[in-house]
């Protein structure tokens, strides 16, 4: 008997005339861990799709077997009986998988009845039984649950629960961690360790975080422009890879900035900042939620401040209180102003020293602007003395600082790939001349030669204008890369630690920031 789970032989994909997939060749066992790495567009969500079927309009061609059967000549109602019950799809984002209107529960007994044939009762004892064998605490509750209700660790849990509920022979996770932060990421891969320990099914992990693949597969295949151009066990790839691409994604992973903060004026200093919300406490009474306590620390000119933690310890919120998007308590002061003194007006003014670059660039720019006007918008707001000639020199020479040429100024957003917006975000950001830059999880979405550009970028930005930066992010590789300084929040929004970057990474390269 045969132990091969999957077997493909030169498969490729259309979609009308293009091709995408080009003679993809690969063969899986049974229990095997096996990841399919690459940069983004490099084939690899569409060799997986391609598996079960997921695209009815892109032609395959070539040979795919699962467990003996030939996918290509099933129809759809036999596929249907695949689909779900022996191959089942972990996907990157829950919040989009996951039907907004129906809690967790009832969405994990669906499939329990639909491929198990489980009753009402017994589905609903069983969903409440994977929801706590995935970790999540209180099931009993949680399985009532909407899935805005959860967390992002949460959803990717109860996304999990869902695709193991009928026991499937192979598992598909494309890129369910890459937007978690490491403490979230490594939970989640120890479960899918521990999830096929107990059941022996096949994963086929796809990822461009070779860190984690590193963690946790058997065998490797490295895609390119829709082809395999390097498979091999896990160890011997990351230890002897033979391809020139491979070398290249290897090479990709950042390396620790180890220099010493400059000695430039104070550009800002913080103080006992503090933010809270309200909550309710009972029928006519609420308590004040704290989301930061007590952070204090100073940036100079041209230093960067790297600030990690786990979700929900107060980074993202820290980066909205430096710019005084929400109502904080304590000290701000930005080049030597008080922002919790100055008037509305003299905020609009002072706003141009500090800037903010997001984590998605996609919904960070107005997909009806052009370049021209998204780039241009803060000199209209910030600089309204600057005329139009002037404004469209700045235009251009920001763009060419960032690496984007001056004929993309009359495109829209959707026509750029997540680096080229990434960049467009940053222009915008930099066009009035601030004297700090917030940067919140710009890099989480990109793949490591993107992330590597990026930072890079940055780098080169920094030096050349004296830019101080407040890099928020999960990724210690990235902030290793980057930072002069440290500050660790811990859920509340302590600091549980702020010093030299050397020194912070030391204490927290393999604690629970750190991927498994």
Known sequence: MSNLLLEIN??????????????????????????????????????????????????????????????LSLSNKELQKIRGKKIAFVFQEPMTALNPVQTVGSQIVEVLSLHLGLTKKDAWKKAIDLLNRTGIKNSDEKVHSYPFQLSGGQRQRAMIAMAVAAEPELLIADEPTTALDVA????????????????????????????????????????????????APCEKLFSEPKHEYTQMLLNAVPEPLNAAPPQGETVLSVKNLGVSVKQKSGW??????????????????????????????????????????????????????????????????????????FQDPFSALNPRMTIAEIVGEAVDILQPQTSKEEKYNKIKQILNEVGLPESIINRYPHEFSGGQRQRIAIARALIVQPKILV?????????????????????????KHRLAMIFVSHDLDVIAALSHKILVLETGGKVVDYGMANEVLKKYAKNSFQAA
Not at 13 to 19: D, N, T
Not at 198 to 225: C, E, P, W
Not at 292 to 302: I, M, P, S, Y
């Open 439 to 463: 940067l919140d999880e710009p890099t989480s979405a990109l793949d490591l030669q993107l992330q590597k550009q990026l930072i890079d970028l940055l780098k080169d930005l920094q030096q």
């Open 284 to 357: 006519f009474s609420t308590t004040d939620k704290p989301l930061l306590q007590q952070v204090q620390f100073e940036l100079k000119q041209g230093e960067t401040l790297g600030v990690i933690g786990a979700s929900g310890s107060g980074k993202s919120t820290l980066a909205k209180a430096l710019l005084k998007l929400i109502d904080f308590s304590g000290s701000l002061k930005i080049c030597g102003n008080d922002w919790q003194a100055i008037d509305n007006k003299q905020l609009l003014k002072n706003r141009q020293d500090i800037q903010i670059v």
């Open 10 to 71: 030169n498969l490729s994909s259309f979609v009308g005339q293009k091709q995408i997939l080009s003679d993809i060749s690969l063969s899986m066992k049974k229990g095997e861990k096996y990841a399919l790495v690459g940069e983004s567009g490099s084939g690899k969500t569409m060799l997986a799709q391609s598996i079960v079927r997921l695209q009815p309009d892109i032609k395959l061609s070539g040979s795919l077997k699962f467990n003996g059967v030939d996918i």
């Open 184 to 231: 979230v990421q490594g939970q989640i891969m120890a479960l899918l360790n521990d999830i096929q320990r107990q059941t022996d099914m096949g994963i086929l992990y796809i990822s461009h975080d070779l860190r984690v693949v590193r963690n946790f597969a058997d065998t490797v295949s490295v895609m390119k422009d829709g082809r395999i151009v390097e498979t």
